[in-house]
């Protein structure tokens, strides 16, 4: 019997994450961890128990006890607050990735989900519509242990057939829950601030054209990559999701086109320089091609959906 346990739930992803894994599978088949004591608010008609990835025995103790065959690992630091804390970025990607992968060794889960992200790319390598097999330098803490946990998800599938999948995300962009700590969250942040005052201060120059998803199809993607037969899964490091790529003056733009006195301002700041240094559009051919990836949303379909959506008074409340 299928039982999922989804680690680092109370973030961005994993709050709609646990909501569609619920909807597909059953409430009692899902159970949703994250480090916080308390239940998130989001995850508050789900199960929950709190659990610290880095905590091994409480992992390996949980995962038995309630019989988890599938893991889905969220937690993680990413790229902006992993640069001001590079050694517990380092820590806490790494070591939580192998808890999880050492538990599917030992026979313990069936399959396992981790995120990895478009920052295992790097300056060098091509920008636009960057390929699946191609130059990786990532110049970020954020980016290198995700390439590094790319490379030991492959490893321990090839040597010990550890059935792990992975999706290299682009940014993110929701309502439910906010992000916290990407390069990309501007992409997210600019709603609230358009509808609550009708200007923005973007961290990012005019033309930082990045790829960015909307939630919806990012947990699809997720889930419909885990459901895929294993056969069909013919990458096992990560693969690529093109999404929706633009720069913030396009995304104002498209914005305006809902609140036409909407103003952009632009004082970039160090995270400029991470997401200078990640690729401006991907190619998904291998997605397509192997698991019948296929996107929904556009930007035009995103921004309308965001501003009708996203709730300012929270987000200035917190
Ligand atoms: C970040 O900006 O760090 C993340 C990512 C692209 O992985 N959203």
């Known amino acids: 019997m299928k039982k999922v346990l989804v680690i680092g739930a109370g973030g961005q992803i994993g709050t709609e994450l646990v909501l569609l894994l619920e909807d597909k599978f059953g409430k009692e088949a899902v159970l949703a961890s994250d480090i916080k004591e308390e239940c998130p608010q989001a995850l508050a008609h789900s199960n929950y ?7 091994k025995e409480k992992l390996s103790a949980i995962v038995k006890e309630e019989g988890i065959t599938d893991v889905y690992l969220l937690a993680a630091l990413l790229s902006a607050t992993a640069e001001k804390n590079p050694k517990f970025a380092w820590e806490l990607n790494m070591e939580g990735l192998f808890n999880v992968l050492d538990l599917a060794k030992d026979g313990h889960l069936k399959k396992i989900f981790w995120p990895s992200s478009i920052a295992v790319f790097g300056p060098t390598t091509p920008k ?19 390439q590094a946990g790319e490379q030991w998800c492959a490893y321990y599938h090839e040597k010990y057939g550890v059935d792990v999948r992975s999706i290299r995300y682009p940014g993110l962009i929701s309502y439910t829950s906010l992000p916290g700590g990407g390069t990309t969250d501007y992409a997210v942040d600019i709603f609230y601030h358009a509808k609550q005052n009708g200007e923005y201060t973007s961290f990012l120059n005019a033309d930082t054209a990045l790829p960015m998803m909307y939630m919806d199809d990012a947990v699809r993607a997720t889930v419909e990559l885990m459901e895929a037969p294993a056969e069909k899964i013919k990458v096992r490091n990560s693969y690529n999701l093109g999404g929706i790529s633009f720069t913030p003056e396009e995304l104002s ?8 006195s909407f103003e952009i301002n632009y004082a970039p700041d160090f995270r400029q320089e991470i997401a200078s240094s990640w690729p401006q559009s991907i190619n998904d051919d291998n997605a397509v091609k192997d698991w019948g990836w296929k996107q929904e949303y556009d930007l035009k ?4 959906l965001m501003l009708d959506k996203v709730d300012p008074k ?3 409340k917190g």
């Open 49 to 55: 128990i709190s659990l610290n990835v880095l905590d």
């Open 128 to 146: 636009i519509n960057t390929p699946q097999h191609t130059i990786m330098e990532p110049s970020t803490v954020y980016g290198i242990s995700k």
């Open 253 to 260: 733009n498209e914005i305006r086109k809902h609140l036409p």
């Open 301 to 304: 379909k995103m921004v309308a």
């Open 314 to 316: 929270a987000y200035f």
